[in-house]
Nanobody, 122 residues
């Protein structure tokens, strides 16, 4: 059983910053792809950042590259999404996710999800 718990969302003005956290617990040894997705109202859930534990490679979506960074603390099994220069179009529910196997941009193949944390940029 795997649990993911996000925190750190909130409301900020454009140009501001937020740092999202996702604590991963339970049987995590088989997880090989972890990351963040977001879903704006009326839109599909899309990948923001993905990290492959096998290759150590992080891939950031074009829409946020240069503003968002992914990081993780292996000691606490926590992953982070550092968001800078936030824009109104970044407003969405942000989810952390994890899966076995290789990374993919398809959210439907991720088995484990957090409850989501809302980010609102005005």
């Amino acid at each position: 059983h795997v649990q993911l718990v996000e925190s750190g969302g909130g409301s900020v003005q454009a140009g501001g910053s937020l740092k999202l956290s996702c604590a991963v617990s339970g049987r995590t040894g088989h997880l090989s792809c972890l990351g963040w997705f977001r879903q704006a109202p009326g839109k599909e859930r899309v990948r923001v950042a993905l990290f492959s534990t096998g290759t150590g490679i992080t891939v950031i979506a074009d829409a946020v590259r240069g503003r968002f960074t992914y990081s993780r603390d292996n000691a606490t099994n926590t992953q982070y999404l550092n968001m800078n220069d936030l824009k109104p179009e970044d407003t969405a529910m942000y989810y952390c996710a994890a899966k076995q196997g290789g990374c993919t941009v398809r959210p439907d193949v991720f088995r484990y999800w957090g409850q989501g944390t809302q980010v609102t940029v005005s």
